[in-house]
C-alpha cells in the first residue's frame, strides 16, 4: 500500500484553490503541501499523525531559528501539515485564518506550567490583565529555554536578574510590568512547590512605570482624518465605518474588529457587546454619524459572506479582519490625510479612544461618566485622559501669590 501524503496535500491544495485565493497564495502552499510530503518520505511515513505534525513543527521552528526560513514561511508550512492531518482524520478541511501559535518557542514543560499559571490567574484578574501576565512570562520561560535551564527548580536569583537586564533596553516606559509578572509567577511556583527561589527582595523596588501621556486627535485633524478617507470604493466605506465608530463611541479596535451583526440594535441606535479586554458587558449609543457609516458599509460595501462580524476581508476568505487592521488602517489615511506620523508618536488607532475620551472630558463630564462609556472597570484608567484636556487642567491651577520669588528672572 502506498503513501497516503501525497492525496492529502492534494486534497488540501483543492481546498485552498477553490476559496479563491489569489495565484501567489496558491503557489506557496502547494511548495508547503509538498515540503510535508517530502519529509514524509524521507521518513518512510505512509500517514500522517499529530507526533509526526509536531516533529514537523519543530524541524520548521529550527529552520527558522537559524535564519533559513523567515517566520511567515514557517506558519505556513504548520499550517499545511495541520490542514493535511484535519483532512485525514475528518475527511474534509476548512480553510481559516489562523495566528500562529505564540508558545511554539517552549518546551512541552514550560507550556504546561503557563497553562497552570494562566489558569490561576484567570481568578483573580481581568481577561486583559491576565493577557498581559502571560505574555511576560512568556517571554520569561523563552529566555529559560535559550539560557538551558531545562526544569524551572533549577532556575536561580541570577536567571531573573540576567532577564531583566536583558529586557530592560527594550522597556521605554519601565520594568514594571515585568516586575509585576515574575513577582506573581514565583509565588504560584513557589505555592505549587516547583521552585523555592524567593524573589521578593530582588523585586522589592523596582523602577517606577515611566508614564507618557499620548497625545489625542484635535478636532481638525479629526476633520481632517476622515474627509480624507473616499467613500465610493468598498475599502473606503469599511475604513470610514470604523474610524467614524472609534471616533463617535470610543470603542478599543479589537472591540470594532469583533463587533457582530446581532450586537447592533438598529431600533434603538444601541451597541451591546463584551468588551474583549475586560469582559464586561457594555451599552453604548449608537451616534447618527457612526450608525450612517456602518449601514452604509453593510448595504453597499461589505462582500455578501456567513461571517458573523460587521467588518471582514474584502478579499477571500471573506472573513474577520486580523489583529493589526488598526495599524494598517491608520498608517494608510494618516498619510493620505497630510497628518504627520511617525513610530511611538502616539497616532495610532488607539489614539481615536484617547481623542474620544478627552472630549468627553472637556464637554465636562466627569470622570465616573467617562469611565462609564469608554467602559473602564476602574474611575482612575480615565484619569489620564483629563491630561490631555488643557482647559479644564488650567482651572486646576492654584494661584501663586503666596510664594515669594527668589530669582529676578521669575518676576
Not at 537586564?165 to 511556583?189: C, D, I, M, Q, Y
Not at 475586560?278 to 454619524?289: D, G, M, Q, R
Not at 467588518?311 to 498619510?335: D, E, H, I, W
Request: glycine residues 10%; proline residues 5%.
Amino acid at each position: 500500500m502506498g503513501s497516503m501524503v501525497p492525496g492529502l496535500a492534494g486534497a488540501v491544495l483543492g481546498v485552498v484553490d477553490g476559496v479563491g485565493l489569489s495565484a501567489d497564495t496558491v503557489a506557496r502552499y502547494r511548495k508547503c503541501c509538498e515540503a510535508v510530503v517530502k519529509f514524509c518520505d524521507q521518513r518512510d511515513l505512509d500517514a500522517l499523525s499529530a507526533r509526526v505534525v509536531d516533529e514537523f513543527a519543530a524541524c520548521q521552528q529550527e529552520r527558522a531559528r537559524l535564519g533559513e526560513i523567515g517566520p511567515n514561511r514557517r506558519n505556513a508550512l504548520v499550517k499545511s501539515a495541520h490542514m493535511m492531518l484535519e483532512f485525514q482524520e475528518a475527511g474534509a478541511v476548512a480553510w481559516r485564518m489562523t495566528s500562529p501559535d505564540p508558545d511554539r518557542a517552549l518546551s512541552e514543560s514550560s507550556r504546561a506550567v503557563l497553562k497552570q499559571f494562566a489558569a490561576a490567574a484567570g481568578r483573580e484578574l481581568a481577561p486583559g490583565s491576565v493577557r498581559l501576565l502571560v505574555g511576560e512570562i512568556r517571554r520569561f520561560l523563552a529566555y529559560l529555554g535559550r539560557a538551558g535551564r531545562g526544569a524551572l527548580g533549577a532556575v536561580t536569583a541570577d536567571d531573573v536578574r540576567g532577564f531583566l537586564v536583558e529586557t530592560a533596553p527594550r522597556r521605554s516606559a519601565g520594568t514594571g510590568n515585568v516586575a509585576w509578572a515574575l513577582k506573581r509567577f514565583f509565588a504560584f511556583l513557589n505555592a505549587a512547590g516547583l521552585s523555592d527561589v524567593r524573589i521578593e527582595g530582588l523585586l522589592a523596588h523596582p523602577a517606577p512605570q515611566r508614564m507618557r501621556a499620548l497625545p489625542c486627535f484635535t478636532r481638525e485633524e479629526t476633520g481632517r482624518l476622515l474627509d480624507g478617507i473616499e467613500t465610493g470604493t468598498p475599502c473606503g466605506k469599511r475604513d470610514y465605518a470604523m474610524v467614524a465608530l472609534a471616533v463617535s463611541t470610543g470603542l478599543r479596535c479589537c472591540d470594532i474588529v469583533a463587533l457582530r451583526l446581532d450586537e447592533i440594535d438598529w431600533r434603538r441606535d444601541e451597541i451591546r457587546l463584551v468588551q474583549a479586554k475586560t469582559s464586561t458587558p457594555l451599552v453604548l449609543p449608537l451616534p447618527a454619524l457612526a450608525g450612517n457609516a456602518v449601514a452604509e458599509w453593510i448595504l453597499h460595501g461589505r462582500p455578501g459572506c456567513d461571517a458573523p462580524q460587521v467588518f471582514t476581508r474584502l478579499q477571500p476568505p471573506f472573513v474577520k479582519l486580523g489583529n493589526s487592521t488598526g495599524s494598517t488602517l491608520m498608517r494608510r489615511r494618516l498619510a493620505r490625510a497630510g497628518i504627520d506620523h511617525t513610530a511611538g508618536d502616539g497616532k495610532s488607532f488607539h489614539a481615536l479612544r484617547r481623542t474620544t475620551g478627552t472630549r468627553l472630558i472637556e464637554s465636562g463630564a466627569g470622570l465616573p461618566l467617562a469611565a462609564q462609556i469608554l467602559g473602564h472597570a476602574r474611575i482612575n484608567s480615565s484619569g489620564r485622559y483629563f491630561s490631555l484636556a488643557s482647559e479644564q487642567l488650567r482651572q486646576c491651577c492654584l494661584p501663586l501669590g503666596g510664594f515669594a520669588c527668589t530669582k529676578e528672572g521669575l518676576r
